[in-house]
């Protein structure tokens, strides 16, 4: 059951259309939303405040802070005022919420109380976030919020059918069982996405998802395709089939990634839809 939803705002086109998705899934699985605003406190406190301030000339920090905060404070009230009013055109029940701190460390906290967390592609501070989702905010709640995060890309579609792509694996059976909640409860066709050049291997993914399948009645169907997993996954999103794609995230370890990277980071970060992951 998903009861509540988590949405972190900042303002941006992206975090806009995060809102717009969120107010579409919540009024179909009858939830509340939570906008959260992060007042990031690497930009009111530190060094760079401190080197800019004594470069152009203005007041020492010391005199710039509360100027600083009171401006990021009244920038929030109205980032999270039109998040309410979004919410109310769209009949979906929410409340807001305001913090100060590292954001991703703001969010993970935040989530804990929340089912899911619906998060943008990129953030109004992408352009300095050392290449954007990889190794940034993104990266960071989807491995430590222990929560399904769904990441929003720029631009808004109505979701009218799902795909998973799925491996067997454990992280996999989880987006198994997240993907055939969703196509069950909204009545969307599930397309199963297997990514290997061995057809043994997708004879087995096959009869172990087929068996999950059984207990019920959706629209499913399930293709195979080789070659290596993030591009295969990428072309099948780029063919248009589906609205939402739902993957296990981060299958290996973590010192695999750090030398060759990883697929759910290279989904995320050029997927043209949402891609929804869970550990």
């Known amino acids: 059951m998903v009861k509540t939803i988590l949405i972190p705002i900042d ?15 919540a009024k179909r699985l009858e939830a509340r939303l939570t906008g959260l605003h992060v007042m990031d406190v690497r930009l009111i406190q530190g060094p760079v405040i401190t ?10 920090y010391q005199e710039l802070y509360p100027i600083i905060e009171k401006g990021l404070e009244d920038r929030a009230d109205v980032i999270l005022k039109a998040f309410e009013e979004r919410c109310t055109q769209g009949g979906i029940p929410a409340e807001t919420r305001k913090a100060v701190g590292i954001i991703e460390e703001a969010i993970i906290e935040e989530g804990k109380n929340h089912d899911w967390i619906i998060l943008a592609q990129r953030g109004e501070h992408f352009h300095i976030a050392k290449g954007g989702i990889l190794g940034s905010t993104a990266e960071a709640v989807v491995r430590n919020a222990g ?22 694996s454990p992280p996999a059976q989880h987006a198994l069982e997240l993907a055939v909640f969703l196509a069950d409860k909204m009545a969307w066709p599930l397309t199963i996405l297997m990514v290997t050049d061995d057809q043994g291997r997708a004879a087995k993914f ?12 959706i629209d499913c169907e399930m293709i195979v395709m080789g070659g290596k997993e993030d591009r295969a996954i990428l072309q099948f999103i780029r063919e248009g089939s589906v609205e939402l794609m739902v993957m296990g995230a981060y299958g290996r370890n973590r010192l695999h990634e750090l030398f060759i990277g990883s697929t759910t980071s290279q989904v995320i970060r050029k997927s043209t839809i949402p891609v929804l992951l869970t550990r």
């Open 51 to 60: 080197d800019i301030s004594g470069s152009i000339g203005l007041p020492p």
């Open 147 to 168: 929560k399904p995060v769904l990441v929003t890309p720029q631009s808004y579609q109505d979701i009218e059918s799902i795909g998973l792509a799925y491996d067997g």
């Open 206 to 217: 096959s009869k172990k998802a087929e068996t999950y399948l059984e207990a019920f009645q």
């Open 11 to 25: 303002g941006s086109d992206y975090g806009n259309t995060a809102i717009d998705y969120g107010v579409y899934i």
